[in-house]
Every structure is written in C-alpha cells, then in structure tokens.
C-alpha cells in the first residue's frame, strides 16, 4: 500500500530580536469647510452610525422640491423692493431735510425692483391662471396665501408712493392728476406700506421653514435671517446709487450705520439658525458630496457679510471717517464705499441661491429627514 503523503504547512516566524515594521493609518485632516460646518453646527458626521438607522430602502423620504432661478430672483428682488421701501419710510418719517433724498431713492428703487416680481412667479407656477386662482382664498395659516396677497398689497402700497413722489419731483408734469398726487399724504400712506414691506422681506423664510425640508424647518429663524438680509442688501443699493449721484458725506454716514447693524445682525442670526439646525444645516455648509459649503463660505458669510462688515467698521471708526463727517458733500464716489455695497448685493443673492440649493440637497437625504421627522 503506497503511503499518502501529507502536505506540510511552513510558517515562517520572524527571529525574536526582530521587528516588524508597521505603517499606521492617520486619518486625513478635515478641510476648513469642515472645521467650519462643524464649529457653527455643532455636529460632526458620523458614517457609521449614520448607516445604521433605518430607512426605506435608502428611498427619499421626501418629495424634491420644484423652484429653480426664478424663484431665487423672487426671493432676491422681493427682499430688495420690501427694504428699500422701509429704509426710505424710516427716513421719511424720523429723518431730516437733507434725508429726503434717501426716500425718493428708496421709493424709486423699491418699484423697480418689485417689477420683476410678479412675473417671476407666474413663470414659476408655470400658467398665468394659477396665480389667479391662489387669489381666490385667502388663508391666514397658508404661508403661500398670506405671500401672495401679502406682495399684491404692498405692489399697491409701493407703486402708489412712487408715484406720489414722481409728481413732487415734477416727473409727471403739471397736468391736475400730477397735482392730486402731489397733494396726497404720503408718509400716511407709508404706515401700512412699510408694515407690508416687512412682512414681504420675511416671509419668503417663513415659507421654506413652512416645509418640511430638513435645513428650511429645523430651525424657525430663517424668516429673520432674510429680514436682516433684506436690510442690509437694500441699505447697500440705496447707498450704491447715492454714492454715484454724490449725496452729502452725512446722508451716506446714517446708511452705512444701518448697513453695518444690519449686517451684524444677519451674521448673528445667520450663525444662530445653523447651531438650531445641527445635522439638518450640513447640506448648506458641509464640503461633502451635494453640499454647498464652498459658496456658502466664500460668497455669502464669507465676501457677503463678514468681510464687508469688517470693512464697513474700519470706514465708521477710522480717522479718514471722522475727517469726512466734518464735510459737507462727498461728489467723489469712493472705491471702498463701491466695494462694500456690491459686496453686500452679491452676498444677499448667493444666501438665497444657495439656501435654494441646499434645500434640495436636503430633500433628498433620507436618513436626515427621518432623524428631523424624529425629532
């Protein structure tokens, strides 16, 4: 009988008095946008125990919503046309002499930026007639309702104070209508307009925290946020066009004052709404895949608020400041005062858009809509 031969196995052990060399894995450092996201929300993602809650499928829990650019320019020119009319009632009302011009800007700029309005979001709705139809109720718990009538009260209220100040300034001539104009109370007429403008700068957040998209309704500030950003944005237009036309230094001094608190105030708010939101507020501010961290910090908090405030207080309380208070007219229009307020546009339009955005990125994580369903 022939003997089977057995295989053997050699195991090859290392001789005591050597050692093994081995590479350790260091886990790579996160990005500044991640530093970020995670200092402003609190929250720092966990993968793993991320995949461990229950889903259906992975399937989005949520239906994705359907605005794109035109309702980001609705948000954007509403937020202008509303600030621009309570910066120019506000002078109107508390100003002096010289603030006059601050209101015939702001009413003039509040009209025209609220032209694109209307079509807008009739192009949104996708048929003229639905427009009409969101006319024929009116529900004080409907965030779409109380905006819709909400933006065709105050279109009466800004056109009709545009152009009672267009027959004052002699634009429409001296037939009797311009006259009958003229003769109107205007800043009676501001009271209830000014009441309208903000509520059209805010409710536009209000809407999306009516949603039951994660980043949009964790947290109930974001009809603040775009309130403050209202201002700010408006505060810089006004002062843009006033720079150009050479307003007194004085005139353009109170601007930027507001501009500045207003600013403050968006950034304190803005900062606030991210900590509320935690884990819901990643898609706007993570550097993940579909997260929009990189425009956030760039164009909104970072060029669009933090840095043009930072700016704005150095020409408040620097030296060449006081020195130009003590003058009577500024006609040279300066590259830093430009500088600001179109930082400050570009900022309050990138909040918007990106806002937008994230929403939808929102809308599609699963697990992160069930955990704020949860919650």
């Not at 994660?214 to 505060?235: D, E, I, N, Q, Y």
Request: proline fraction near 6%.
């Amino acid at each position: 009988m022939k003997e089977t031969e057995i295989p053997q196995t050699v195991v090859d052990i290392a001789p005591a008095n050597t050692t093994t060399s081995t590479s350790a894995v260091v886990p790579a450092r996160p990005s500044l946008v991640e530093q970020l996201a995670a200092f402003s929300t609190g929250y720092v993602p966990d993968p793993a125990a991320e995949q461990q809650e229950v889903t259906y499928y992975d399937y989005p829990a949520l239906k994705p919503t359907t605005w794109h650019w035109e309702i980001i320019w609705y948000f954007f020119f509403g937020g202008l046309a509303a600030g621009c009319y309570v910066i120019a009632s506000i002078a109107s009302l508390f100003g002096s002499p010289e603030d006059r011009r601050v209101a015939r800007t702001g009413y003039y700029l509040s009209l025209l930026a609220l032209l694109p309005c209307p079509p807008l979001l009739i192009k949104d709705l996708g048929r003229p007639e639905r427009f009409l139809n969101m006319l024929r109720v009116f529900k004080v718990k409907s965030p779409m309702s109380m905006g819709t009538w909400g933006l065709l009260s105050f279109s009466f209220f800004s056109g009709i104070t545009a152009m009672i100040q267009a027959a004052r300034d002699g634009i429409l001539g001296q037939w009797w209508g311009a006259r009958a104009l003229a003769a109107l109370p205007q800043k009676l007429i501001a009271l209830p307009g000014t009441l309208l403008g903000v509520f059209l700068g805010g409710y536009t957040g209000v809407l999306l925290a009516s949603t039951s998209v994660p980043l949009w309704s964790r947290s109930k500030l974001l009809g603040a946020v775009f309130v403050s950003s209202a201002m700010s944005t408006s505060a810089a237009l006004i002062t843009l066009v006033l720079r150009v036309t050479g307003a007194p230094a004085r005139v353009l001094h109170k601007l930027e004052r507001l501009e500045w608190a207003a600013m403050l105030l968006e950034m304190t708010e803005l900062f606030t709404f991210l900590r509320q939101s935690g884990r819901a507020a990643r898609p706007l501010v993570g550097d993940g895949p579909g997260e929009h961290g990189q425009t956030f910090w760039r164009f909104v908090l970072g060029g669009g608020i933090a840095l043009p405030w930072l700016l704005q207080t150095l020409s408040l309380f620097g030296s060449r400041r006081e020195k130009q208070r003590k003058g009577a007219i500024n006609l040279a229009p300066t590259v830093g005062g430009l500088l600001i307020s179109a930082l400050v546009l570009v900022g309050g339009y990138f909040l918007r858009r990106t806002m937008i955005q994230a929403g939808h990125s929102s809308s599609r994580d699963a697990r992160t809509a069930l955990w704020n369903a949860k919650k």
